[in-house]
């Protein structure tokens, strides 16, 4: 049976459930603390992440202005969905053009937008804009921690950078083959010393799990 590490708690519904043959761990290695933060003035609000979807909308007394709704990736916007109808735009990473340049691309000219960050995120999107009426707020806190564990895997699945640097931290590489949800945790992964990385085409489960499937059967 091969043993899988996931840095993410599953839900029932999550399709790595439904594979055959593996025992799988699904924990993540980041502590999540709201912050305090007042709502925006602006047009839009663009979600990095889930985190930032279930801090912003767990804001006591929330009233919503109706502001214009982007995410990073599918994977947010599904959070995003389970609060609001209509979601403006969306990230696709199949593009050869970066998300930044795909948002500017909608954004109106004189429209402002927040993003919603946690506080130690590198804020990529907003960095690449060019329009000046653009900012970021962060609405929680992320704190890796630091976990051995006794489990020897065969397969590794990070969710995040943090992720990844909180498991290294405490547990060594042992040359198993590592699935990254994207091209920035891919970045941390080569830089702690991973060889064996494969990137999810998507930033979804669906498409980590269609990645394990293929190492599962060679």
């Not at 909180?166 to 590592?178: D, I, T």
């Not at 990254?180 to 945790?185: C, D, E, L, N, R």
Request: with cysteine; charged share 25%.
């Amino acid at each position: 049976m091969t043993k899988v590490f996931i840095s993410r708690k599953l839900a029932e519904y999550s399709p790595f459930r439904n594979l055959d043959n593996i025992s799988i761990i699904g924990k993540s290695l980041i502590e999540i603390t709201p912050l305090e933060f007042e709502l925006p003035q602006t047009d839009w609000v663009f979600f990095y992440s889930k985190n930032g979807v279930e801090s912003f909308f767990k804001k006591p007394g929330v009233v919503l202005i109706p502001y214009k709704w982007g995410a990073l990736s599918s994977g947010t916007a599904g959070e995003l969905k389970k609060y609001v109808q209509d979601i403006e735009f969306v990230g696709n990473t199949d593009l050869e053009i970066s998300i930044a340049d795909q948002f500017q691309k909608v954004l109106g000219e004189h429209e402002s937008c927040c993003f919603i960050r946690a506080k130690n995120s590198k804020d990529s999107v907003l960095k690449e804009m060019e329009n000046t009426n653009c900012f970021s707020t962060p609405t929680y806190n992320n704190t890796p921690v630091n976990e051995s564990f006794i489990e020897k895997f065969d397969i590794l699945i990070f969710t995040s950078s943090l992720n990844a640097k909180a498991y290294f931290a405490k547990n060594e590489y042992a040359g198993q083959p590592v699935i990254a949800i994207g091209k920035p945790t891919e970045k941390t992964l080569r830089n702690i010393g991973v060889e064996k990385i494969y990137i999810a085409e998507n930033p979804t489960e669906e498409s980590m799990v269609d990645i394990l499937k293929e190492l599962i059967k060679s």
